[in-house]
């Protein structure tokens, strides 16, 4: 993918994710350019919204803990999910540093959250806007389906406050926490390391 250049992991990951999350924000510009749609300002009420977008990220971060633990393991999709967190995620960022989790976490809360509230749900609607969010999630039909219900959570967090920032928050607050944990908490690690194409 990178030719000769010999790249770390580390540096791919987040080469990766500069250009995911840099196609998803500039597609968030030109639709909302093309629908007559205002992106910014962010936000009217910085201070709140903040501590908002904080606060309600506690439910799908209990959520995703949850989904880690050993009683999910009763839940068929639960199950899935876990399994699915416990290998391949985990596998992505064995790799990546607090700075980089933190990097990667302010990307996609920023581009995904101007794309799918901004755009999207502002144009289409909650229902588009979280559907395609879990289906743009697509690692597994089961992650699909969390994804949706956090991008629906979202959504009618977006819908009642109207602030992007609050929801970029929310966003960027649920990703590091679950990362965070994830990477340091959950110690086992067992399956494939997606990232093993990447680093030959």
Do not use: W
């Amino acid at each position: 993918m990178f030719g000769v250049l010999d790249v770390s992991p580390r540096l791919k990951l987040l080469i990766l994710t500069l250009l995911i999350e840099g196609v998803v924000f500039i597609v968030a510009l030109l639709l909302a350019r093309l629908c007559g749609i205002a992106l910014f300002p962010l936000t009217e009420n910085l201070l709140r919204d903040i501590l908002l977008g904080t606060c309600a990220a506690s439910f799908p971060l209990a959520l995703f803990i949850f989904s880690l633990s050993n009683k999910a393991k009763a839940i068929p999709l639960l199950r899935s999910v876990r399994k699915t967190v416990k290998t391949d995620v985990k596998a992505i960022f064995s790799m990546a540093r607090l700075i980089d989790i933190c990097f990667i976490c302010l990307c996609a809360g920023f581009a995904e959250e101007l794309l799918f509230r901004g755009v999207i749900q502002g144009k289409g609607g909650i229902i588009a806007a979280s559907v395609i969010f879990g289906l743009l999630h697509c690692i597994t039909p089961a992650y699909i389906v969390m994804a949706t219900i956090i991008g629906f959570y979202i959504g009618f967090i977006y819908f009642f406050y109207h602030s992007l920032l609050l929801a970029m928050q929310l966003h960027f607050v649920y990703d590091f926490g679950a990362l965070i944990y994830l990477k340091y908490c959950v110690n086992k690690f067992y399956g494939t390391n997606l990232l093993n194409g990447l680093s030959n």
